[in-house]
């Protein structure tokens, strides 16, 4: 290394470190601590290139430029200066118990219903809470789930958050509508890293609606997010992330769901927007009679680029899991599925499924499916498939000889390829959005 090389990697070293301290100014020691060492993890890890496996078809090196991205500032002090676009997508929702705003990585409000805050229901920004010594934030917060150790974002994110959502849902507490956040992101050439923790306790119940949008950007423009899921015994959770970035928009989520004994935690990432996303989602059924069902919808047309990395780990024997993601790839579009069912010794009567399906709409599209299978026990049912395929010409006949216009007859047989994902978590509001995201997509098919 050059004497002038080692003087610009020590500028940048020096950089990050100032940029750990002002992110942690006026955290407790804990957490300060927390950020320096995911702070150090960060520098001795490498970045993930093409030669490992699950980065074989994304390279950040030349997609992410992360030297010359600006930490965001934050937003608004208050809700009545939210951008117009954020205001009618959250007009959209149905009902909510509550819900949380988060502009340009920081929380800017927050509503919860009374009768649920009375009953011990905890809806925070992540910041507040950690900063008020809330036992649960320090105990679970990137130790169990998402620590900084699952790589170099996973450690850049512990590191540098400025803010996310803590919801704590107290034993036996069921809520009947949705939670949910509304994300915006605002300038472009910015670096916003947020987090999510979700604790639901035993026997409670919750939905969590997580919905993150942008206008175009003329320069990459990264989010990256970690998202912490805890369900004890014999809770439900069910957490739908909504990815509606506008073009320039690098989206990385890393999600891991915990399911103890006789719970469920299903998720569902649906990625519309954004230039690039790339979702890293691990399930981990962590007691006999967990159950988590993972659905997953991708709409990629232009020269947009998802990367979908996901596992199954069957921790406890007697568990269940099934996986379903399904993707349309329209223009120059490519779309990236790599899963694994991991099936960990002990872990006998398990039951897993794994199916990735893609539907093609031109010919520069691109589809890449890779899912697998690792067993190490030998009483279990497990199976994985996967297609990519065309428009079925028998279909569009039929459509057509109804008296459908060719355009017409792929729209429908394209909302009804992705509408089975949205069919089996049919949260209030979240179908309606996403099918009519989709068709505004389908106009230039």
Request: with cysteine; aromatic share 6%; charged share 25%.
């Amino acid at each position: 290394m050059s004497q002038a090389t080692a003087v610009r990697e020590e500028v940048r070293r020096e950089i990050g470190r100032r940029a750990v301290m002002e992110t942690g100014a006026g955290d407790p020691a804990w957490l300060r601590a927390r950020r320096d060492e995911a702070w150090n993890i960060y520098e001795a890890t490498p970045l993930p290139s093409t030669r490992s496996e699950e980065w074989r078809y994304t390279d950040v090196a030349r997609l992410l430029p992360l030297d010359e991205l600006e930490p965001a500032a934050g937003g608004p002090a208050h809700a009545a200066a939210l951008p117009e676009e954020l205001r009618l997508a959250m007009a959209q929702d149905r009902e909510s118990a509550g819900r949380i705003v988060d502009v340009d990585g920081r929380v800017v409000s927050v509503e919860l219903d009374e009768a649920l805050a009375a009953r011990g229901v905890v809806l925070a920004s992540l910041r507040e809470a950690a900063r008020a010594g809330v036992p649960q934030v320090e105990a679970l917060l990137a130790t169990e789930a998402v620590p900084a150790a699952d790589g170099k974002f996973a450690a850049l994110n512990a590191a540098l958050w400025s803010d996310g959502v803590f919801l704590y849902v107290p034993r036996g507490v069921r809520i009947d509508r949705t939670i949910r956040l509304s994300r915006w992101v605002s300038r472009p050439g910015t670096a916003t890293f947020t987090r999510i923790l979700i604790v639901a306790e035993e026997h409670s119940q919750l939905s969590f609606v997580d919905e993150i949008l942008s206008p175009d950007f003329p320069a990459v423009t990264l989010v990256n997010t970690a998202v912490e899921l805890f369900s004890r015994g014999g809770a439900q959770v069910q957490y739908v992330s909504l990815q509606r970035m506008g073009e320039g928009g690098f989206y990385l989520a890393n999600q891991r769901t915990l399911a103890e004994r006789d719970s469920t935690l299903d998720t569902l990432n649906v990625a519309l927007g954004g230039s690039v996303g790339r979702v890293d989602l691990n399930a981990r059924l962590l007691g006999p009679g967990a159950n988590s069902d993972m659905l997953g919808l991708y709409f990629g047309d232009a020269n947009q680029h998802f990367d979908f990395n996901t596992s199954q780990d069957h921790v406890a024997p007697h568990a269940h899991s099934d996986l379903l993601y399904k993707g349309a790839l329209d223009g120059a579009a490519r779309g990236i599925f790599r899963g694994i069912i991991r099936v960990h010794e002990g872990a006998q009567g398990t039951d897993a499924y794994q199916t990735n399906r893609n539907l093609i709409l031109s010919d520069t599209a691109i589809a890449t499916s890779l899912p697998n299978l690792e067993i190490e026990a030998d009483d279990v049912r497990c199976s994985h498939g996967a297609t990519v395929g065309q428009l079925d010409a028998e279909a569009l006949f039929y459509l057509m000889s109804r008296g459908l216009r060719r355009e017409q007859a792929e729209r429908l047989v394209v909302l009804g390829f992705l509408g089975e994902v949205l069919s089996k978590l049919p949260l209030g509001g979240v179908v309606e959005k996403v099918t009519q995201a989709i068709e505004a997509k389908l106009r230039y098919v």
